[in-house]
């Protein structure tokens, strides 16, 4: 699945498992915060078109790497994070193409220095508290 073509149902998991605020998408879109709060708490059944067309662009500008605010920082030794949100897109939406394929090795091995680093940094921070 392309960008251009991208569900409404793709983009509001990708933001939820991102941990997207609803007062990020009030800031990007003008829209009310309460009513993305009710959309991200699970609280709306069936959202307007107009709510799901914010989502999803949302969800574009962060994978095309124009707001990547809420994204942890990569080592920049690694790829940078427009890079690593474009192979998280590519490796989910084409997973079968790339099978054979040297990106689907730099993005596990992308994958694995993040956990890396999350376990070190959450060590680092029970040993200083200790």
Avoid: C
């Avoid at 569900?7 to 993305?36: I, N, R, W």
């Avoid at 709060?37 to 999803?56: A, E, F, H």
């Avoid at 994070?81 to 054979?100: P, R, V």
């Amino acid at each position: 699945m392309s960008l251009d073509n991208i569900t409404f149902e793709v983009a509001f998991k990708y933001l939820t498992d991102k941990g997207v605020t609803a007062y990020e998408l009030h800031k990007f879109s003008g829209a009310s915060e309460a009513g993305f709060r009710k959309l991200l708490n699970g609280n709306v059944d069936n959202p307007r078109r107009k709510t799901k067309d914010i989502l999803i662009d949302y969800y574009k500008s962060l994978v095309r790497g124009k707001k990547l605010t809420i994204t942890e920082k990569v080592d920049s030794e690694l790829l940078s994070q427009e890079q690593s949100l474009f192979l998280d897109d590519l490796i989910l939406n084409h997973e079968k193409a790339l099978l054979n394929h040297g990106l689907f090795k730099t993005w596990l091995n992308l994958k694995l220095a993040e956990r890396e680093n999350e376990i070190h940094r959450e060590y680092t921070n029970r040993d200083s508290k200790i």
